[in-house]
Structure formats: C-alpha cells, structure tokens
C-alpha cells in the first residue's frame, strides 16, 4: 500500500522558533509569501502568537496565499508545572483558536531545562516522571474530548522526552501517540554514519503510534564533529546539523518504502531547524527538499 502523505511546512524552517520570531527574525508575512512561493499549500502554526492570533485576520492571511493550516503547536516548560490544570487556559485558548480552522492535530513537545546535555534527568525521581507522564495524559484526553484535537508529542532533543525509553514510557503512560521527527530521532538514537536506521526500524517496530511526522536530516559529517568536539545541540543547531533531506545519513529512499509498507497516511511536515537562515537561504531549501520528495515519490 502506498503512503499518503500531506506535506506540510512550519516557521522553524525559517529559523522561527519563539513567537517573537527568533532566532532569525523571519517576519510572519515573509514565511507565509514564501511558504506559497515555494508550493507548500499547508502549515503548522508555530510558535503560538508568532502567526496573527485573530481568527479573521489569519483566515484571510492563509486564504489569499491558498494556504491552511494542518496542526497547532503546543510548546510548553513542563518543568515550570505540577498540573495540568496550571496550564490548560493556554491550551484551550489555543485549541479554540485551531479549531475553527478544523484542524485535527496539536503537536506538543516540552521545553524544560534539562541542562545543555541533558544532565538534570538523572536527579529526576519516579514520582516527578509519574507526575510529568500524568501531565501530558490529562492534555491528551481534554483536547480529544473538548475539541475533538488529538495531541501528538513531538521527542525532540535536550527536553523531557528524546531517547528511546523516554518515547516508550511515554507512549505506555500517556497514551498519546507521536508526532516523530526522523532527524532528532536520529541524533539522539543513532550514530553519524550513512545509512542510519534508528529512525526508519523505531517506525517498522510503532508504527501504530505515529500519527504525524516531521520530516528532517542529520549531517553525518557535522554530527561527527559535534561528537568529537562535546558541542551541545544548540551549538549543533547553528552549525546546521539539520541539513537537506537527500544529504544526511536518514536514507529518504528507504524511509518512503517503510512509510509505504506500514500504509501511512497524514501529515507529514518538512522542518528544517536553520536558526540562523537568511530567509534565501531558508526559500531556497524550502523548495529543494519539496522537489527532492516529488524526485523520490514521496508525494505526486
């Protein structure tokens, strides 16, 4: 069975990864005008208050660019929480917002300070990650039953959740299925060498938990350099260890043959993490990897 794949964008590909637009600046217009240039026809929101908050104004925003959106993005220090109840305002303005747009995902992933290499899980005790697990189950029931939005967590790199028992546990505790990214996947799961198969053998094993994707690769040669030097990933990040996806050591390929084995079918966002991208520089690889996955047959 073939997958069927929505290809999607996101402001992190233009460097924008907080709601005031940085680390690059990118101004929201200038994302929307060349995410529409470039032929993407769907979006992830981003950082939530970086795209216009008014529903009306949004909606005409997306409407003449022939853009909509696919999934909310939720990201939150859940370190900075002992209930959801703390935090659920937030994620009920935000999902009353997405929901107008009948959007059916809210992608969330944790932003707490884990140290530069991870180093405060260590001293965590059982009783915090219960509490952390308990946390992201409660945020999955409200959005399924207030809204009818499933949230998906997104493992991501120096946060509570991004090795692969952290992503099992999670999955087992909160029931919540995945929004799987290929190359944090990758640089925290696998190793610096073409091909790397830790993310397309976690897809063949779960497959029934990833209901989303984000699609990115990692720099073999950069990774190595990272590995040899003990760079934190934010120093990875502005070396681009992020890079195009027919140049890393995910073999894109093989990955389409996995997604089409497995029957998937959703969204998958192509999300590059350029912190410090010109907004040519991020064009340019916006509408280089589109044409690479048409190249492979990932998408018509």
């Not at 997958?3 to 005031?20: L, N, Q």
């Not at 992830?44 to 909509?68: A, F, K």
């Not at 546990?169 to 640089?187: N, Q």
């Not at 502005?238 to 497995?262: A, F, H, P, S, W």
């Amino acid at each position: 069975m073939e997958a069927r794949i929505t290809i999607a964008t996101a402001p992190c590909s233009w460097g924008v990864w907080y709601a005031d637009g940085r680390p690059s600046g990118t101004p929201w217009n200038v994302f929307l005008d060349q995410a529409a240039a470039a032929a993407y026809r769907a979006l992830e929101l981003g950082p939530d208050g970086y795209l216009p908050q008014e529903e009306t104004v949004l909606r005409e925003e997306l409407r003449r660019r022939n853009l909509e959106l696919c999934a909310g993005t939720a990201c939150y220090q859940f370190d900075h929480y002992h209930s959801f109840e703390e935090f659920r305002p937030k994620v009920e303005n935000l999902c009353r917002r997405i929901k107008a747009f009948n959007v059916r995902y809210l992608v969330t992933m944790d932003e707490s300070d884990v140290g530069d290499f991870s180093e405060k899980k260590k001293d965590f005790s059982k009783e915090t990650w219960k509490n952390y697990f308990a946390m992201f189950r409660k945020l999955g029931i409200y959005t399924k039953n207030e809204f009818g939005i499933e949230t998906v967590f997104h493992p991501h790199i120096k946060t509570l959740i991004e090795t692969e028992e952290e992503i099992l546990r999670l999955m087992e505790e909160s029931e919540l299925r995945l929004c799987f990214d290929t190359g944090h996947h990758a640089y925290v799961n696998g190793g610096a060498e073409k091909p790397d198969r830790s993310a397309i053998d976690f897809i063949n094993g779960h497959s029934e938990s990833i209901a989303y994707l984000h699609f990115k690769n990692v720099d073999g040669t950069v990774r190595k350099r990272v590995i040899a030097e003990n760079l934190t990933s934010d120093a990875a990040f502005d070396i681009d260890v992020m890079c195009d996806l027919r140049d890393g050591i995910i073999d894109y390929t093989e990955l389409k043959q996995t997604l089409d084995n497995i029957g998937f079918s959703g969204i998958a966002v192509i999300e590059m993490d350029m912190p410090r991208a010109s907004t040519e520089k991020a064009f340019a690889a916006a509408k280089r990897n589109l044409a690479y996955l048409r190249e492979i047959r990932m998408i018509p």
